[in-house]
């Protein structure tokens, strides 16, 4: 009774103050916020929490009470102080202040200082009536006003090469290449979020920055204030979901070619590798194991080389389209998917397999999804041969897509899926495709979500099936929100050469900055038509080994190409070659590294972090780097640099590549960003920040730089990622400021981590006593090391560099779980 009393009080001082201005006897509070009417709409503001404001906008008299597909918090209870300035109501959080006109329907957002950070224009918001397939709609468009000089990050992954996305217009549809999300971060420590799933464009002009979506009920988004950039994507994932931990092992090696023609040519190059004594995780199944296209991604082995039926005339029908039934691969040495499976198993690494978002008309699974009315009606690739998408907005067609692919592959043992096609491919696109119906409405409606749904069927599917296998979805195409699916993104059939790879750097970060933190480029480009095709051309091979060391600074390392097929590391010569011996140094150094990179991996899964940060995180007043699309870093400690230039090669009119003198060594341009001084990872010498050097780099050296004041775990040298445990680490400390760093590890693929089953050990660097502080270990699980050795070294120039084992350290302590203090 007394709670009804305190709510009744203060809704009638509010009132009376509404009354007593006289100027929005329109507003209505809400428990969280306020509604009124304005230009012919009505308008919600809400607050989510501290930092989320949620603005809904309905036309005229329409109620629409929308769902969202990506936003998954429910409002959390959020003080808030209202007021009045002037014409003006305020909404007042701990954190942020918004101040509404109600008669223009403009909203404007500060940070609690009185700083102004964005504003919802006046009249800024049009609804136009649309014919949505047959439903009474319309085509909205919502502006906003920025700062002149304000920088913007965020629409998800664009091929423009442009960091900053301020000054252009794009049309943010999905497709191969171009991840599209109608989310902005600006580095003024806000980011925006429309959410609207149609094709939208996108426009920043100096008159304002507007969002124009083709069909939508209402105008929807969200204020998302973080202070910072880290900030902002804590507030991306509370607001639409965390990120799930990847298995160890996903953060190793991956190989993948188009296509591994039967299992033994899949398995013969895990047994190169081991061979080679060269590290390998992943190895990928990519399509037509099913066969030929009418019978496109059936979800079974029905391809006769992938089970021992070539010749029998009930199976060659499936053979692919083109391929030469006569063509000799010799009497099969693996005789079944499930041997092939388990063959790559005992050889200690893991296999993918390539699954789409669509279905060949031989298929039962295209009879199943018709009979459903869950097929989308438009020619998708392959063309020509009768495939469809499915409807993954549709609950059902779900459940259909994870039953097939459960009894059919998964319960051979896969270890992780590549969904490929999520846009998905739209051939010969015209108007009317958009009007074929979803689950949800017309595919123009929800067709940017379409990953997004794609990827929670499988995801959801398999965590309710067992909690002993990490999921791992490998995805072409992504939405926000896409992180709490384990979904890891990458850019796409990219081309092979220097500026596209260059293009990469702005794509990549770009995405990162929408909150979804895994994502990876084919290593080398997938199509090489530059270099006609030709592994041996050797002007290919030094964009390969470039592309190829940016890749161990990826979240996920992968190898991949279409033209040429064949690009393992033995294509590129033997020990000795300088290709072969540059890609081989850089695959050791990925596997050095997983100590650290798993760590940041927890980072992201537990404090809302990122692997790949755009170098305005971690020195947004430094305005040098705002812009910058050469160098980020990779976790909080290194500086990356990838060289995007050819120094060593060349190639004549006939694309023939040729060598140059490799002894003459070309220099690239690096930016050491202020406030912090920096380590050369190769060399040891430290440099002070703010200044751009010329840094010489031969063929196997890409520049990497170490945070002065960072501890880094190093691992031991092993051919796959469990091969041995983490007993012995050598901890790199890298001088010049204090530093900190948690070690974490758990039982490496499963989910028992959600349940507490994990250990972390925080190690602490105090520069001016030079002591190293290992605490307690905190945490435990099955199989937890009781007792180990960490081998201590200050690197300086000429001890702990490189990519190499430390001779001597400063210090060997052994570790059972209670407090060490080094002195060093």
Avoid at 297 to 326: A, V
Wanted: charged share 25%; proline share 5%.
């Amino acid at each position: 009774m007394k709670m009804n009393l305190r709510k009744t009080g203060i809704l009638l001082a509010w009132a009376m103050i509404i009354a007593a201005n006289g100027t929005a006897q329109n507003v209505q509070r809400t428990s969280q916020g306020i509604k009124y009417a304005a230009q012919g709409m009505n308008v919600s503001v809400e607050f989510y929490s501290p930092s989320i404001i949620r603005v809904y906008k309905t036309p005229g008299e329409t109620a629409s009470d929308k769902e969202s597909l990506v936003v998954i918090k429910a409002p959390e209870q959020t003080p808030v102080s209202f007021g009045e300035n002037g014409k003006n109501v305020t909404l007042s959080s701990q954190m942020i202040q918004v101040e509404v006109n109600p008669e223009t329907g403009g909203i404007h957002f500060f940070d609690k200082l009185g700083q102004r950070l964005l504003t919802d224009k006046d009249y800024g918001t049009q609804f136009t009536p649309f014919n949505d397939a047959g439903v009474p709609s319309y085509n909205v468009r919502q502006a906003f006003l920025l700062d002149k000089d304000e920088v913007i990050y965020g629409l998800g992954q664009q091929q423009t090469g442009k960091v900053n996305q301020r000054n252009q217009k794009l049309f943010l549809r999905n497709q191969n290449m171009s991840i599209c999300i109608p989310f902005i971060h600006s580095i003024k420590g806000y980011a925006l979020y429309w959410d609207n799933y149609s094709p939208t464009t996108f426009l920043d002009n100096p008159q304002e920055t507007s969002f124009d979506s083709e069909v939508g009920d209402c105008a929807d988004y969200y204020f998302i204030y973080g202070g910072n950039a880290d900030g902002v994507i804590a507030g991306v994932r509370d607001l639409t979901g965390q990120a799930p931990l990847y298995p160890l092992w996903t953060l190793g090696f991956w190989q993948c070619r188009e296509r591994y023609k039967s299992p033994d040519e899949l398995c013969e190059v895990v047994d190169k590798y081991r061979e080679l004594k060269v590290p390998l995780d992943g190895i990928i199944q990519d399509w037509q194991y099913w066969g030929c296209n009418e019978n496109w991604n059936s979800m079974k082995f029905q391809n006769p080389r992938y089970i021992n039926k070539m010749g029998d005339p009930e199976y060659m029908k499936f053979l692919p389209n083109g391929e030469d039934k006569n063509a000799d691969y010799g009497t099969p040495r693996i005789k079944s998917p499930k041997e092939m499976i388990d063959y790559v198993h005992k050889q200690n690494a893991h296999i993918m397999i390539s699954v789409w978002a669509s279905f060949g008309p031989w298929t039962e699974m295209y009879q199943k999804m018709d009979s459903l009315k869950a097929l989308l009606h438009f020619e998708t690739w392959p063309p020509k041969a009768g495939v469809k998408p499915y409807d993954p907005y549709n609950p059902v067609a779900r459940d259909i897509y994870w039953e097939a692919m459960k009894k059919n592959i998964f319960d051979l043992g896969m270890d992780a899926w590549w969904l490929d096609s999520t846009e998905p491919d739209h051939m010969d696109i015209k108007d009317q495709d958009f009007n074929t119906q979803t689950y949800l409405g017309s595919f123009r409606r929800v067709h940017n979500a379409f990953p997004l749904m794609s990827n929670k069927g499988v995801y959801e599917h398999q965590r309710a099936t067992t909690s002993d296998k990490r999921v791992f979805l490998l995805t072409r195409s992504s939405f926000l929100g896409q992180q709490r699916y384990a979904s890891h993104s990458w850019s796409g059939d990219v081309t092979s050469e220097w500026s596209v790879m260059r293009k990469q750097l702005a794509a990549g970060l770009n995405y990162a900055l929408c909150g979804i933190p895994y994502w990876n480029t084919d290593l080398g480009g997938f199509f090489a038509w530059r270099y006609n095709n030709n592994v041996n051309n050797i002007a290919y091979h030094e964009l390969h080994v470039r592309w190829y060391q940016w890749g161990v600074f990826q979240p996920i390392m992968r190898s991949h190409n279409s033209s040429p097929v064949a690009v393992e590391i033995y294509q590129f010569g033997k020990k000795g070659d300088w290709s072969y011996d540059a890609l081989e140094k850089y695959t050791h150094l990925r596997y050095r590294l997983l100590p650290y990179i798993y760590s940041t991996s927890w980072e992201v899964t537990s404090k809302a972090g990122s692997i790949m940060r755009p170098l305005m995180m971690d020195f947004p007043k430094d305005k040098k780097v705002l812009d910058m699309d050469t160098e980020y870093m990779f976790g909080r400690n290194f500086l990356v640099r990838p060289v995007t230039d050819s120094l060593y090669t060349w190639q004549d009119k006939k694309q023939n590549g040729h060598q140059k003198d490799m002894s003459k060594i070309g220099k690239t341009d690096v930016y050491l960003p202020q406030g912090a001084r920096w380590i050369d990872f190769w060399t040891g010498q430290t440099l002070e920040g703010g200044q751009t050097l010329q840094r010489e780099v031969p063929i196997d050296i890409m520049p990497i730089y170490v945070r002065a004041g960072s501890i880094l775990p190093w691992g031991t040298a092993v051919q796959y990622s469990t091969e041995k445990k983490w007993d012995n680490l050598t901890i790199r400390i890298y001088p010049g400021a204090n530093a900190e760093f948690t070690l974490y590890e758990d039982e490496f693929d499963n989910y028992n981590y959600e349940k507490g089953a994990y250990s972390t050990i925080t190690l602490k660097w105090n520069d001016q006593d030079r002591t190293l502080t290992i605490d307690d270990r905190k945490g435990s699980y099955k199989g937890m090391l009781k007792s180990r050795k960490f081998n201590l070294i200050v690197v300086e120039p000429g001890k702990g560099c490189g990519d190499g084992d430390s001779t001597t350290f400063d210090k060997s302590i052994s570790y059972r779980g209670k407090k060490v203090i080094a002195k060093l």
